[in-house]
């Protein structure tokens, strides 16, 4: 009897073992195993790491610190290299401290600092459950931006900020002007402040973003100015219809770059309507902040994967326990088995050595819309569900612990 018993209890007790730690080791070795395949295939297909860092932020940092150009020539044959320096001199000037190192121990530390810039605005939102935080850092959205070391990341942290802070206008009004001097497409923001009627931090926006592009531009003696819009243009009429943007997907049925352009920014503009509708109503705030996020991605001429990381934001702040959502970033690797862009053969010469070659074609490539079209539905769906659901304090996966759900 005692034996029977004892197995009776030794099965029990390998039932709740596994209850309590057979859900968080299964999801360990999960995202761990899935990143780690994601990061070997994308070595084997010529990821490098820091590549957008490189040519960026670090290149530009070197070339002041000995009195050279920070900006590229506007021409194409300066654009197709996938990395041409491009953004406003303030981060430019954030990543001298780092252009004395090598070009990969400068990869390194920036990675870093990505990395540990969005575990902090996931802190900012209140997310305290590990599982949403293994999720981001080990979704494929983040990863492509942590290896290639793309600024745009960095863009979630200001970004939680004014959430956080949005009844403080200094604190919300310099988020949103810093966010907007690293990079313009997310300009959208400032329509959030106006309609949740925060016109002090709106000023403050507007303002913060003037000096924390006029003010580094001065620093370097306008170095580029002049040039700049033509770098741009330069810039998206080469990747507007070949990047993962709305643009592409119409670029890729034929469309002229600047009508592509024009319609993605008037469906932007549409979702920007509707947040206006929405932020009158009740929980119009959350909302509207989700879709204007959203409409700042979907309007952005160019877009690369790492672009949709910044649909944590409303994410955390829609559902900060473990939900399905979290996991759109497996959803946007799934489009990637869609026709992509047809490679150009024999490769175009002449490729720099220190160009990747996937790159390099994508900048010759032909556009196809299959691939931009998979993501920007994930986009447009992580969107509308932040949107529209309402908030999940409690998550909608709960995990066994000392024999209760967590509360």
């Known amino acids: 009897m005692s034996t029977f018993d004892d197995r009776r209890i030794g099965e029990s007790g390998l039932t709740l073992a596994f209850r309590r730690l057979g859900g968080p080791v299964l999801l360990v070795l999960g995202c761990l195993g899935f990143a780690g395949l994601i990061v070997t295939a994308g070595f084997e297909n010529g990821w490098d790491i820091g590549f957008d860092f490189r040519g960026t932020l670090w290149e530009p940092a070197r070339s002041l ?8 020539e506007p021409v194409r044959s300066a654009v197709v290299v996938g990395n041409p320096a491009v953004y406003p001199p303030l981060f430019i000037l954030l990543t001298v401290p780092l252009a004395p190192l090598s070009s990969l121990a400068a990869a390194w530390i920036w990675m870093a600092l990505l990395a540990a810039s969005l575990v902090a605005a996931l802190h900012l939102l209140g997310v305290r459950d590990w599982r949403c935080h293994l999720v981001a850092l080990s979704s494929p959205v983040v990863l492509q931006g942590l290896v290639w070391g793309n600024l745009t990341l960095l863009l979630i ?21 810093a966010a907007i001097a690293a990079k313009l497409f997310v300009l959208p923001l400032v329509a959030w402040l106006v309609f949740t009627r925060r016109f002090r931090a709106t000023a403050l926006a507007l303002l913060a973003a003037a000096a924390f592009v006029v003010t580094p531009w001065l620093l370097v003696g306008f170095d580029g100015l002049r040039d700049y819009p033509a ?3 330069e810039v998206q009429d080469v990747y507007a219809v070949r990047s993962a943007s709305l643009a592409s997907v119409l670029g890729g049925f034929g469309l002229s770059v600047r009508l592509a352009v024009a ?6 503009l549409g979702l920007i309507g509707v947040a206006w509708r929405l932020a009158g109503r009740r929980d119009g705030d959350r909302r509207a902040f989700a879709l204007v996020i959203t409409a700042c991605i979907v309007a952005s001429p160019i877009v690369w994967p790492n672009y949709s990381a910044l649909l944590l934001v409303p994410i955390a702040v829609s559902s900060p326990r473990l939900a399905p959502v979290w996991f759109f970033g497996y959803a946007s690797w799934l489009a990637g088995w869609l026709p992509n862009a047809k490679w150009v053969t024999p490769e175009p010469c002449c490729r720099p050595a220190d160009v990747a070659e996937p790159v390099w074609a994508l900048s010759h490539a032909i556009p196809v819309p299959w691939y931009a079209a998979g993501m920007t539905s994930v986009v447009l769906a992580v969107g509308v569900w932040c949107a529209v659901h309402p908030v999940t304090a409690g998550g909608t996966w709960r995990v066994e612990r000392s024999g209760d759900a967590e509360p």
């Open 65 to 72: 610190l000995h009195g050279g150009r920070i900006y590229p």
């Open 157 to 177: 942290l200001p970004l939680a900020a004014a959430w956080r802070w949005r009844d403080r206008a200094g604190i919300v009004g310099l988020s949103v002007g």
């Open 231 to 233: 770098l741009l243009r």
């Open 263 to 268: 319609l993605s920014i008037a469906v932007g």
